[in-house]
């Protein structure tokens, strides 16, 4: 019942959402450029937009109200040390020794573009910098198996195996999910899994894999303003995420420049 909602892409349809995707990628590197210490995530957030605004594209982001009618502000995601996800870019200015996660999304043609990364700002602690390679290698390693006939549960298995043997956490109550027409879609994929079990993953499916690690527990707050998540115990988080076709030559990932 559940797969029956997903919507599957026709070749055409991904080589647009292959464009959103590019243009995603190039809109996280122009901001990477200018992530260092005084910065302000306002600023992080105007660079992206400039840069969208220049190719005739888009977030989605911008003014999205998922139904807590706070609709959110930023055209990208700032969130810092603690902040695990929808982190909302301002005034705040970035601090040596700080990490940064980045989520961006772009509308190119009618279809979503969405990815994410972590890095360090300035020096920053050995921990700090092991984290942020677990959560790149743990999404590493779940787009290996975005294959034809895999389940859901191969995937999410493979991510808190993996990390969980590095000694992090993973989020059991954020999730990656299908992008296409619409930033969210369905399937959910969860950080987590039993292997052989979940919906399968085939030909069309279009899926933001989104690793969210952290140091101390799984558990998370949402912050007053009714976006930023962030861990119970102020430990830190990264977050690392692509968009993946599942195609009969393998994994396609749509968010690489």
């Known amino acids: 019942m559940f797969e029956s909602r997903i919507n599957l ?10 464009e959103a995707g590019r243009l995603n990628a190039q809109t996280l590197e ?11 995530t306002g600023e992080l957030n105007e660079v992206a937009e400039s840069f969208q605004r220049a190719h005739g594209v888009y977030s989605p982001f ?26 909302i870019p ?3 200015k970035l601090q040596e020794g700080d990490i940064i996660s980045v989520d961006c999304g772009t509308v190119y043609e009618g ?27 743990a999404l590493e ?25 590095q000694g992090f956490r993973c989020t059991h109550t954020y999730t990656g999910h299908g992008v296409g ?6 399937p959910q994929l969860t950080n987590y899994g039993v292997p052989g079990q979940g919906f399968l993953l085939r030909e069309g499916m279009t899926i933001a894999i989104e690793p969210m690690v952290l140091v101390g527990t799984r558990r998370t707050k949402t912050l007053r303003n ?16 692509n968009t993946i076709a599942v195609t009969k030559e393998g994994p396609l990932v749509l968010t690489s420049l």
């Not at 990815?115 to 910098?129: D, L, P």
């Open 62 to 87: 911008k003014n999205y109200d998922p139904g807590n009618g706070v609709p959110f502000p930023g055209s990208i995601c700032t969130s810092i040390n603690e902040e695990m996800v929808h982190g």
């Open 111 to 137: 279809f979503v573009g969405d990815s994410a990364f972590t890095v360090g700002v300035g020096e920053i602690s050995s921990e700090a910098q092991r984290l942020i390679d677990v959560t790149k290698k």
């Open 226 to 241: 009714l976006w930023t998540v962030v861990s119970v115990d102020g430990s830190l988080t990264a977050h690392q995420e």
């Open 90 to 92: 301002g005034k705040r």
């Open 30 to 40: 122009a901001v990477k450029a200018e992530i260092r210490p005084g910065v302000s």
């Open 141 to 165: 390693i779940a787009t290996a198996l975005m294959v034809p006939g895999n389940r859901s549960g191969d995937v999410g298995s493979a991510i808190e195996t993996y990390v969980e043997a």
């Open 9 to 18: 892409k026709s070749e055409a349809e991904i080589a647009l959402m292959r």
């Open 181 to 186: 027409r619409a930033m969210h879609e369905s």
